[in-house]
Each structure stands twice: as structure tokens, then as C-alpha cells.
């Protein structure tokens, strides 16, 4: 779905004197070992944003193998990594299958592959290297976990007769139409503009940088032109829906209730449960224990919940476009770039204005915001802190999502790309955190609640897995 540093591997290719087809983004199995065929390509390579493309990738390694292909297959995408490479993908392939951590990587990678000489010693290194990791990722699966209902007995422990429960100005949702760019181009976190170009280091020391100081300088200011004129024209445009609903937790379920009378349930949100053993004194952390349980009222409160969705995204594709008509394949990645930084800017500016509606917001400098030195969280449904992408199908019917253009696929990738959504927790204790493994007790307890069978819930928490799913 999401495709800039695709492209950044195929500008960086083509600029080297390969040949690259490029099939885009969603692209079915077929379509792409098809193409492979029909264009005698030497290697394919795939690219993944959300976790369900992990498993994709996987079935296409399958499917390789099966069609009898013999050309190397590159891994590469934010979700990918040489460990899950090494475990769950080469080994469905015959041939090498090769992690890719960047763009700065494909050149020596792919000329590696296509040299005589080198390639024997590069594809036994490869191997020997993902032996090694599924050794090590054995291992650590051969630690043992606590059982799910230990994991809940050692959660976050908060007095809640004490707790002051921040109270939100109003419940239900509040449309966000058509935010002038302007007031979002603030809170741009440009360290993160650098990174997806390979220019790893904080902005703006990054411009000094001794090496890469002078190709950031160019890249920024070329960047700051586009931002202008995107600004300037409005060629983005930027929309959003947020909102605060009374809430309970009930164990691992966070329940959304319709009025303030809690009188009926709207959705529940089912959250999981570190279950690895934690070292003394530390907690096995659900987001769920930041939300006041169903049995609690505090002075004849309740606890409330937020929840937001936003893109800088619409009008994107014509811009891009626009550039791509021109053959200026630099600034079409420029404007994605950019679209993307916009997006997680209007989140950061509005988690301040809902933090300020719920009268727990401090004064914060752009700094301050940006490494999130404020009370509040907002973590998104298939990050480490609630890894399940599919509970953003019911956040995305309690905002109404699609009614400010945002819409879901089948694998709850987001459409426009640069979209962010997910949860406001107004705890003090509130922090993020990683679920990390998880065994067979908790998605028995996970699929049981969210109404699915065992085997959905393991297709969507794949990486999270501490053991094999049994196999049909």
C-alpha cells in the first residue's frame, strides 16, 4: 500500500543501469510472478507496510517454489526484518531469499547476485546468516511464557478511588473538514523526512552532518520549495475525525458506551497482554489497564476514551502523478514524502487539541511534541502496543471514517496512504509498550472475544505468535 521506499529501491536501480518494472502497490501473486515470466526478470523483489503483507510475502515465496522459479526473491518494507525473513519466508523458497534492510543496500545486493564470482560466497554468507537467526529465534520461542491469566494478575495496579479521570469537553465525534496545511506545516517532524531517504540523524544537526550534510541540504531545500507551493496552491487537502466516548475495561476489552448514562454498548475494542516474564517490580501491560474498570466509578464519573482519524493525503495521487507524467520521479517521492510528514504533523496538532479538550494539556514547545513529552498517548491499532490492524475496522466505524475519505482495503491498509489514525489514552500512567510474544491461552482468550475463529486471529498476529500454528 505503501510505496516510497519501493520506489526509492527502483529510482536507485534505475540510476545504475537496471531495468525495473515496477507493478505498483496491492499487486495480486499472480500478477507479479506472471510479469517475472513474461519479462524474464532475474530477481523480483517485494515490498510490505502493514503486517499482513508479511504473510502475503510468504505465500508468494510458496507459490515460487511451486511454479518452479529459480531466481533469487529480495525482502524488503518497515514491517520486514532478517530474522522474519530468515524464519517464516526463506524457507518456503528454494532459492536465495534475501533481506534488504534499505535502498542503500539493493545495489551491492542485486550486483552481488548477478556476479559470477561473487554470487557463490554472497548466497552462503546469506545462508549461513539465516541459519543463525532461526537458531536464535528457536531459542528465545523456547522461553516460556506466563500463562495468559498470570500475565493478567501481574497487569497495572492503579487506585482508582484516587485517580483523577480526565473528563473530556463533549462525547461522540467532531469532523475536522478542511484544516489549513499551514497550521500543520509546525509540527512536521523533519528527522523522520531524512530517515526515509536513508539520511539517519536528528534535524536539524543533519544538515551539518560530515557526511551527509550536503545531500540533506539539497534534499531540505528542495523539500521547503514543494511544502511551499503545496501550501501555497493547496494541492493537499487535510480532514480529520476524532471524538471522546465513555469507556470501561472489562479484563482485555476496553467497552465504548453510547451515552453518558453508559446505557448501551457500541463496539469494544479487544486489546492483548504482554506475556512474557517481566523482571521484578515490572507489569505485563495492556492498554486496557489505562481505562477505569466496568465496576469503578470515581465521584459518579466514568472514564472516557478518545479516538481520531486523519489524512493529508487527498489530492496527493494528482500531484504525484502530475510529476510522474513528467518522468520527475524525485519529486513525485518528494510529494509523498511530504504528504506523509503533513499527516503525522495534523496528529500531533490534534492530540494537543484533544488533550486541551479533555483539560489535561500542558504547555509544550514543537520539540516537546514532537518526542511526545506530554501527558496521552495515541497508539494506532498494528503497532507494538495493540498489533491487531483489524480492530481499526471497528475504529473506523465509530468515527465513520469514510465519510472524510478515508477508507480501509481487506488487509486494514489505509486509502489515502498517508492517513493515520488510532486511540487517545489520557492517563497519567499511560506509556507505550511493546505486547511482544504472546502464546496459545491468550489467543484462544483473543479470538473467543473478538467473535473469530483461532486461525483468523493467528493470520492477523502472525509475527506476535510464540509458537507454530498448526498447519492444515
Known amino acids: 500500500m505503501h510505496d516510497i521506499g519501493k520506489n526509492i529501491v527502483g529510482v536507485v536501480l534505475a540510476c545504475n543501469g537496471y531495468d525495473v518494472v515496477d507493478l505498483g502497490v496491492m499487486v495480486p501473486c499472480d500478477t507479479i510472478l506472471q ?5 524474464r526478470a532475474e530477481l523480483v523483489g517485494l515490498s510490505g507496510l502493514i503486517t499482513p503483507s508479511l504473510d502475503e510475502m510468504t505465500f508468494v515465496a510458496k507459490e515460487m517454489e511451486r ?18 525473513t530468515a524464519v517464516k519466508i526463506a524457507p ?3 532459492e536465495t531469499t534475501v533481506h534488504v534492510l534499505d535502498a542503500s543496500r539493493v545495489i551491492d545486493v542485486v550486483s552481488s547476485l548477478r556476479s559470477d564470482d561473487r554470487r557463490p560466497s554472497f548466497e552462503r554468507e546469506n545462508r549461513e546468516l539465516q541459519q543463525k537467526l532461526r537458531e536464535q529465534y528457536s531459542a528465545r520461542h523456547e522461553r516460556p511464557l506466563l500463562s495468559y491469566e498470570a500475565a493478567i494478575a501481574n ?14 469537553a463533549f462525547t461522540g465525534r467532531r469532523v475536522l473538514a478542511d484544516v489549513p496545511l499551514r497550521e500543520i506545516v509546525p509540527y512536521i517532524d523533519w528527522t523522520f523526512f531524512f530517515a526515509a531517504w536513508e539520511l539517519k540523524g536528528r534535524f536539524p544537526a543533519i544538515l551539518d552532518h560530515p557526511r551527509y550534510g550536503k545531500a540533506a541540504r539539497e534534499l531540505y531545500s528542495n523539500a521547503r520549495a514543494l511544502l511551499d507551493r503545496i501550501v501555497g496552491e493547496k494541492l493537499l487537502t487535510a480532514r480529520g475525525v476524532y471524538g471522546f466516548w465513555p469507556a470501561a475495561s472489562e479484563r482485555d476489552d476496553i467497552i465504548i458506551y453510547s451515552d453518558r448514562r453508559r446505557s448501551g454498548e457500541l463496539t469494544r475494542f479487544n486489546m492483548l497482554r504482554q506475556q512474557e516474564t517481566m523482571a521484578a517490580g515490572q507489569r505485563n501491560l495492556s492498554l486496557a489497564d489505562y481505562i477505569a474498570p466496568v465496576d469503578i466509578q470515581h465521584d459518579g464519573r466514568g472514564d472516557h476514551l478518545g479516538a481520531f ?7 496527493a495521487d494528482d500531484v504525484v502523478g502530475g510529476f510522474e507524467r513528467d518522468h520527475d520521479d524525485y519529486s513525485a517521492i518528494v510529494v509523498k514524502a511530504l504528504a506523509d510528514r503533513l499527516v503525522e504533523a495534523f496528529a500531533a496538532y490534534l492530540h494537543q487539541i484533544a488533550r486541551r479538550e479533555c483539560g ?14 506530554h501527558r496521552g498517548i495515541r497508539p494506532a491499532f498494528g503497532y507494538p502496543a495493540c498489533p491487531d490492524h483489524s480492530e481499526k475496522f471497528k475504529l473506523f466505524d465509530l468515527l465513520r471514517a469514510e465519510e472524510i475519505g478515508i477508507t480501509l482495503t481487506e488487509h486494514a491498509a489505509m486509502i489515502p496512504a498517508a492517513s493515520v489514525s488510532g ?5 497519567p500512567r499511560a506509556r507505550y509498550f511493546t505486547v511482544g510474544r504472546i502464546g496459545e491461552d491468550q489467543i484462544a482468550s ?10 483468523q486471529a493467528q493470520r492477523w498476529l502472525a509475527p506476535n505468535l510464540a509458537y507454530e500454528p498448526a498447519r492444515c
Not at 510479469?35 to 519479462?39: P, S
Not at 486511540?423 to 492517563?427: M, P, Q, S, T, V
Open 35 to 39: 510479469t517475472a515470466i513474461d519479462e
Open 67 to 84: 511454479r518452479g522459479f529459480r531466481i533469487p526473491l529480495l525482502i524488503g518494507g518497515a514491517t520486514t526484518s532478517r530474522q522474519h
Open 92 to 94: 518456503e523458497y528454494g
Open 155 to 168: 497487569g497495572l495496579a492503579i487506585d482508582w478511588s484516587r485517580e483523577q479521570l480526565a473528563v473530556p
Open 309 to 315: 482519524a486523519v489524512t493529508a493525503g487527498l489530492g
Open 360 to 373: 489535561i494539556d500542558q504547555p509544550a514547545t514543537a520539540d516537546d511534541i514532537a518526542a511526545e513529552r
Open 423 to 427: 486511540l487517545y489514552f489520557a492517563n
Open 446 to 455: 483473543y479470538a473467543r472475544r473478538k467473535g473469530q475463529s483461532i486461525e
